[in-house]
């Protein structure tokens, strides 16, 4: 397909017929602030990794660990495959080598995202099959070398610690034994469980049917049945996503809201590059029907 810069009557390859397009510096800030939040989540699985460690792990262990971190580059992949597919990349440029190099990542970040959802099901598991509730006070636990969990924040148990992180008298051992939680804190671990497996199996919801719709318009596919069906769940999997965020901003974690609102954003800009490219193919279409008139 031509790409939307094309399209506009603006060859991306002739800088002298350039214009300034708002929408581009936009999606330039949402990605930048996207990767941004990368690094910040890369950090965060770091130092959970630090407090569930152990030498028991194989290596499924450390990608579940690190199955944020691994999600987060593999949904940077699908989206510049797809702002590659419908704005950056001509026909001309789209040579059968580069396509099979683009489907070949596209696998594999498929492959990382059902992982993912693997990963964010069986913690979901566990969190219900594999704990070990403890009646006894926090300072009793201190010789096990576990770390206190609550609300995505973590802290290694000591004896300054212990008497005031929580004052209930039961707790629950999770994640293999390396953390401790007391009730509340663990149905704030189911709940974001929960909302993991939700949001994550969403995103590949509306990723697939992204891949439906760019499918049907390198087919000039721009109406029909399939196409409204497609926008109509895809609006419903985009308010199940605002849904989850609002959980999280009632949790007080902002920063998961920020997140939330820069992936909608960015595949938004993908959203608006269909619309582009459905504009001018149906702007194509009459062109043709006007001139054989």
């Keep these: 397909m031509s790409s939307v810069s094309e399209r506009d009557g603006i060859s991306s390859k002739s800088p002298g017929a350039w214009r300034f397009d708002p929408r581009q510096l936009i999606k330039a800030v949402v990605y930048t602030l996207l990767f941004i939040n990368f690094l910040y989540y890369l950090a965060n699985d770091l130092e959970l990794a630090a407090h569930t460690a152990h030498d028991g792990w ?8 690190f199955a944020t971190t691994l999600d987060e580059l593999a949904w940077f992949a699908l989206l510049l ?7 950056l990349l001509s026909d001309e440029a789209s040579t059968r080598s580069r396509i099979r190099v ?8 498929y492959a990382v995202i059902l992982h993912t959802i693997y990963a964010y099901g069986d913690s979901l598991w566990r969190l219900y099959h594999d704990i070990e ?3 006894a006070g926090l300072c009793d636990l201190l010789e096990q070398g576990l770390s206190f969990a609550h609300t995505v ?4 148990l000591d004896r300054e610690n212990c008497s005031v992180l929580s004052f209930a008298g039961q707790f629950y051992l999770f994640e293999q034994g390396q953390l401790v939680t007391d ?3 663990m149905q704030v671990e189911r709940g974001l469980a929960w909302a993991d497996v939700v949001e994550a199996s969403s995103w590949l919801l509306i990723v697939l049917l992204l891949e439906l719709m760019v499918r049907l318009h390198e087919r000039e596919v721009t109406k029909g049945p399939l196409i409204s069906a497609a926008r109509l769940l895809k609006a419903v999997l985009y308010t199940i996503l605002w849904l989850i965020a609002a959980y999280w901003a009632y949790l007080g974690l902002w920063i998961y ?11 938004l800009a993908i959203g608006m590059n269909l619309s582009a490219w459905r ?3 149906e702007a194509d279409a009459y062109s043709e029907v006007k001139a054989g008139a």
Aim: proline share 2%; net charge negative; with cysteine.
């Design 58 to 65: 194989g290596l499924i262990d450390w990608t579940k660990r």
């Design 133 to 135: 509730p403890v009646t």
């Design 102 to 109: 683009m489907h070949t990542v596209r696998l594999l970040c």
């Design 183 to 185: 009730a509340s804190g």
């Design 279 to 281: 504009q001018q193919i």
């Design 153 to 156: 924040q973590y802290w290694a």
């Design 81 to 87: 495959l797809f702002e590659l597919e419908t704005y």
């Design 257 to 267: 809201v920020w997140d939330e609102i820069l992936w909608i954003l960015g595949f």
